[in-house]
């Protein structure tokens, strides 16, 4: 629930599109459990076209735009970064990669949703790497300066301290 309020509290035009914060919250963080499990299996072309089929259904049926899927991962980020503080266990490895992982499957999320007008393709289900992932999904964050003072990137990263290092690529 903390999350949700972090998020509908910075990004107030969000709080409209849950009907039902407490059952959204029990699905978001089932969400988060999966992705902490399965954090291994992301390579998996078979998670790629699930998480593309879902964000198709949330631009058709939710209207979720990509400016939305930046501000939960903002908020998300954040209220993570919040707990472990608050544990004491915080580090910018940590953040990175919590980072990291939101970003991937908000890529795919926003992929899926590119096919609102079209539909989805027949071979969704078994996606071939599409070049926008190969160049804004493989890419590492360098820590840039204070999470207190963020600044502006490229537009193609996190905006909050983080900048892309392009001679960084993630492990394949």
């Known amino acids: 629930m903390q999350f949700f309020q972090n998020l509908i509290d910075s990004y107030p035009y969000m709080g409209g599109i849950f009907s039902d914060v ?11 459990g999966k992705m902490v499990r399965d954090v291994y299996n992301l390579r998996d072309p078979n998670l790629a076209a699930q998480v593309r089929k879902l964000g198709y259904r949330h631009r058709v049926l939710y209207h979720i735009s990509d400016s939305m899927y930046d501000a939960l991962g903002t908020s998300l980020v954040r ?7 608050q544990d004491g266990i915080w580090t910018p490895e940590i953040d990175w990669a919590w980072m990291a992982v939101y970003n991937l499957l908000a890529t795919w999320m926003k992929e899926g949703g590119a096919w609102e007008h079209t539909g989805p393709p027949p071979q969704a289900s078994q996606p071939s790497q599409p070049a ?23 537009g193609a ?16």
């Open 22 to 32: 407490v059952k959204q919250s029990t699905m978001f963080s089932g969400l988060l």
């Open 79 to 85: 209220t993570v970064r919040h707990w472990l503080l």
């Open 132 to 154: 926008q992932q190969q160049t804004s999904s493989n890419v590492r964050y360098r820590r840039s300066g204070s999470v207190a003072a963020p600044k502006s990137t490229d």
């Open 157 to 172: 990263g996190p905006n909050d301290g983080w900048e892309r290092d392009s001679e960084d690529p993630l492990p394949r």
